[in-house]
């Protein structure tokens, strides 16, 4: 069982920056990936970034290239989401989710999900 909780949620003006974080716990795997999510008022959730454990490769929705960046903490089981020139559009709840990384990015299966970090950009 993974345990995943989310933080650093706020309110920020636009063109602002703001950095989540997702401390993970419970039993982790290296094989694992790390994924970032949102989800704003009448929308479906929508897949933002993820990251390997192992190697740290990345993979990034277009709409978000070039303005966020994930990064992982080994030592601390922290994956963290860095944020910048955020934009009106941007304001969503955000989760973190982990899940076993099968070969492919879109075949990892998010088994573990946090509550969610609420992200609001004011225009």
């Known amino acids: 069982q993974v345990q995943v909780a989310e933080s650093g949620g706020g309110l920020v003006q636009a063109g602002g920056s703001l950095r989540l974080s997702c401390a993970a716990s419970g039993r982790t795997f290296s094989s694992y990936a790390m994924g970032w999510f949102r989800q704003a008022p009448g929308k479906e959730r929508e897949f933002v970034a993820a990251?390997?454990?192992?190697?740290?490769?990345?993979y990034y929705a277009d709409f978000v290239k070039g303005r966020f960046t994930i990064s992982r903490e080994n030592a601390k089981n922290t994956v963290y989401l860095q944020m910048a020139r955020l934009k009106p559009e941007d304001t969503a709840v955000y989760y973190c989710a982990a899940g076993e990384f099968r070969g492919s990015w879109y075949r990892v299966s998010y088994d573990y999900w946090g509550q969610g970090t609420q992200v609001t950009v004011s225009s």
């Open positions: 990251i390997r454990w192992s190697g740290g490769s990345t």
